[in-house]
């Protein structure tokens, strides 16, 4: 089950509609920056693909200017 955290950060002025797009993302959990025009995106997912699908979604966001992954791992299911 990975689960990564990313700093995603918008375009100028876009803070508050790319949160909200993310919110509707499933597996996303979002946690705005008191101080910053940054938000802090925890994904956790099923499987790498699936992972994938979703880091590709919340890529081709309109309001996301870059996004950089801060912490990853992979937690294998019992078998």
Same mark, same amino acid.
Do not use: W
């Given at each position: 089950?990975?689960?990564?955290?990313?700093? =995603?950060?918008?375009?100028?002025?876009?803070?508050?509609?790319? =949160?909200? =797009?993310?919110?509707? /993302?499933?597996?996303?959990?979002?946690?705005? =920056?008191?101080?910053?025009?940054?938000?802090?995106?925890?994904?956790?997912? &099923?499987?790498?693909?699936?992972?994938?699908?979703?880091?590709?979604?919340?890529?081709?966001?309109? &309001? /996301?200017?870059?996004?950089?992954?801060?912490?990853?791992?992979?937690?294998?299911?019992?078998?």
């Amino acid at each position: 089950m990975p689960i990564k955290s990313y700093l =995603a950060h918008p375009h100028s002025g876009r803070k508050e509609s790319l =949160a909200k =797009a993310l919110n509707t /993302l499933s597996n996303c959990e979002v946690i705005p =920056a008191e101080n910053e025009n940054l938000l802090i995106v925890v994904t956790e997912t &099923d499987n790498q693909e699936q992972e994938d699908k979703l880091k590709q979604t919340i890529e081709s966001l309109e &309001d /996301l200017k870059l996004m950089a992954m801060v912490s990853g791992f992979d937690v294998p299911k019992d078998k």
